[in-house]
């Protein structure tokens, strides 16, 4: 089981870009790598998945370096609406597994 | 397509009652899970349920029981609250070909 480790907390002003990191050193080989976004009173929610190198979609890119012991999540130009705790999220694509969060990124953007 | 539906959403118990709360899937999802997430914290795992007719333990059972009724619900049941039970309670399943976890909008709960 696959243990995660984030900056408790993240301060940033809009139009920044937002880099938030993730330890996971004893990742397993058919684990992936997935963040969500969780806004107050609501449930997570997906922002994007990788295995290795890089991913990107439309309102994030994922960077994988070779040993997969970490990820970084990249929020370009935040805004506002961005201020949310982020959560990165190790596991295989089954399932079939205990699915444990760490304990987040709080992210507080400012103007 | 509801996703995945929590009921009831707000709930207010008195020590040593008891009570299920109800999660119900609509996207053919193999497993299930309930987390819970107490005021400023990340969310717990408490139990999961990898296929119809399995449950496992999280990280924090203790307290709970859970049913796998069919592979649609997920039902978590409190015997006899406690004030420590306090919490927001959130059902999830997950997409098999992605491992994508799909949240309900939660259930809050208060144990006086």
């Known amino acids: 089981l696959a243990k995660t480790t984030q900056p408790i907390s993240m301060d940033s002003y809009e139009g920044q870009e937002v880099n938030i990191t993730c330890s996971h050193n004893?990742?397993?080989?058919?684990?992936?790598i997935t963040w969500y976004q969780q806004f107050p009173s609501q449930g997570p929610r997906f922002i994007i998945q990788?295995?290795?190198t890089k991913v990107t979609n439309e309102v994030a890119s994922l960077f994988i370096p070779a040993d997969r012991k970490s990820s970084t999540l990249s929020l370009p130009r935040v805004s506002l609406s961005d201020t949310a705790v982020y959560y990165c999220?190790?596991?295989?694509?089954?399932?079939?597994?205990?699915?444990?969060f760490g304990t987040g990124t709080r992210l507080l953007v400012s103007p | 397509n509801a996703g995945v539906t929590q009921t009831p959403k707000f709930q207010v118990l008195k020590t040593g009652q008891s009570m299920t709360l109800q999660c119900a899937q609509d996207?053919?999802?193999?497993?299930m899970y309930w987390y819970r997430q107490d005021p400023g914290m990340g969310l717990r795992l408490i139990y999961y349920?990898?296929?119809?007719?399995?449950?496992d333990k999280g990280e924090v059972p203790n307290g709970y029981n859970v049913s796998r009724l069919n592979k649609r619900e997920f039902s978590l049941r409190l015997e006899s609250a406690a004030p420590s039970q306090t919490s927001v309670y959130f059902c999830?399943?997950?997409?098999?070909?992605?491992?994508?976890?799909?949240f309900g909008e939660g259930s809050r709960l208060t144990v006086l």
């Open positions: 004893n990742i397993a080989t058919n684990d992936y």
């Open positions: 996207m053919n999802h193999n497993s």
């Open positions: 999830a399943s997950v997409r098999a070909n992605t491992g994508e976890l799909f």
């Open positions: 999220l190790v596991g295989g694509y089954t399932g079939f597994q205990k699915l444990v």
């Open positions: 349920s990898a296929s119809e007719g399995t449950t």
């Open positions: 990788g295995y290795k």
